[in-house]
Structure formats: C-alpha cells, structure tokens
C-alpha cells in the first residue's frame, strides 16, 4: 500500500516597508494600515483583507483574503484562518472596502463578522475589530461602534 505525505512549507511572498505605526492600539491605525497596505479607498472592487497580529498587537503580516465584485465579496473563514495560522497570529483584524463609498456595514457585514468570530473562538485567534473602508478619509469601526455582538 503507497502513502501520500505531504509537507507544508512557509514561504514568504514579498516583504515591503511600509510607514505606518506598527502596534494596532486604535481603530484609526487599523483603518490606516488597511489604506496604507492595499489602498482599499480607491478600489474598484470590493477587497477582503486582514491584518495578522502578535500578542501585543504588532502587525506581523497581512494578506488580501478575497476580491469580489462591485459591491459583494465572498469570503470564508478557511482562507483567512489558513493565512492566519500560517503567520502565527493571536489576532486578527478584518477588513474591507465599499466601492460606494459609503461605510456603513451591511447585514451580511455584519453576519459576516459573526461567523468569523465563533470560528476564531474554536481556533484561539480573535477577531479584535472588522473596519469598513469607504470615501473620503471615512470608515467604521465595529469596535467603537458596538457592532460586534
């Protein structure tokens, strides 16, 4: 009888110098790591993205977990708990944009952020906070906005 093994190996993509404050301590700095990082104002498509987070809330990583369309995005939590994992994360920030520029979240917005959240619980990784990003500098905070349920 023939086994297959498999290795999984960490390779790191890219590395890139970003100037922006490396501890996440407020929603105002997640919101502009998210600008900073992937320029989630200005994109045409909905983007789906996440910051990965140590102990003490430095950024170790990010990554784009979707791309959607002009005002949906399908994302699951295996993509971004499979990338998590593989930065070693304790935390994670969720984030995306809306094309409309408007940043109020939507009701699958917010199921969203609740079904990420039960599945960080199973996986010891929180979810600290889900930032929309709109236009003109605006964005919501869940966290400040006592969103998460």
């Given amino acids: ?6 290795k999984l190996a960490i390779v790191k993509e890219e590395k ?20 900073v990082i992937f320029e989630l104002e200005n994109a045409a498509e909905e983007m789906f993205c996440a910051l990965f987070l140590n102990t003490k809330n430095k950024i170790i990583g990010a990554a784009e977990i979707s791309h959607g369309t002009l005002n949906a995005s399908l994302a699951h939590p295996r993509e971004l708990f499979k990338k998590a994992l593989f930065h070693n994360a304790a935390a994670v920030i969720i984030g995306h944009n809306h094309p409309s520029g408007d ?16 599945a960080g619980e199973i996986l010891g990784i929180s979810i600290l ?11 919501y905070s869940f966290t400040t906005q006592s969103k998460i349920t």
């Fill in 129 to 139: 906070d889900q930032i929309i990003i709109g236009g003109n500098n605006e964005f």
């Fill in 16 to 35: 890139k110098r970003y100037f922006l404050e490396p501890f996440i301590q407020s929603p105002i700095n997640a919101a502009d790591a998210f600008q």
């Fill in 1 to 6: 009888m023939l086994i297959t093994f498999q």
């Fill in 103 to 118: 940043p109020q979240p939507s009701r699958e917005d917010v199921e969203l952020l609740k079904k990420f959240r039960e």
